[in-house]
């Protein structure tokens, strides 16, 4: 069975912290990049980042370059998103997917996705 699950989110004022988790099962993470994306109301999903089965390769998107920083635990097969600085606009709701192949920016070439949490930072 294939499933992702994040947790984490919250309400948190601006310029605030909060730390994203994704349990996966072992057949969507072993051997498999991770990545988070993140919705807004009323806008398309958007890359947030992504990490490599190792860990070594890692990518973010411009908007949270400094702020964010993408982790692994291979053996506890969870993926982290630590979110420092939060700002409104980082307000959505925060996905994480998994594909066999290498770091990816684009939605589409993720198979398997988590149902969401919501993060929402208050000015």
């Known amino acids: 069975q294939v499933h992702l699950v994040e947790s984490g989110g919250g309400l948190v004022q601006a310029g605030g912290s909060l730390r994203l988790s994704c349990a996966a099962s072992?057949?969507?993470?072993?051997?498999?990049?991770m990545a988070w994306f993140r919705q807004a109301p009323g806008k398309e999903r958007a890359f947030v980042s992504v990490?490599?089965?190792?860990?070594?390769?890692?990518d973010y998107a411009d908007s949270v370059k400094g702020r964010f920083t993408i982790s692994r635990d291979n053996t506890k097969v969870t993926m982290y998103l630590q979110m420092n600085n939060l700002k409104p606009e980082d307000t959505a709701v925060y996905y994480c997917a998994s594909r066999p192949g290498p770091p990816a920016r684009t939605q589409y070439e993720f198979g398997y996705w988590g149902q969401g949490t919501q993060v929402t930072v208050s000015s």
């Open positions: 072992k057949r969507a993470f072993s051997g498999y990049t």
């Open positions: 990490i490599s089965w190792s860990g070594g390769n890692t």
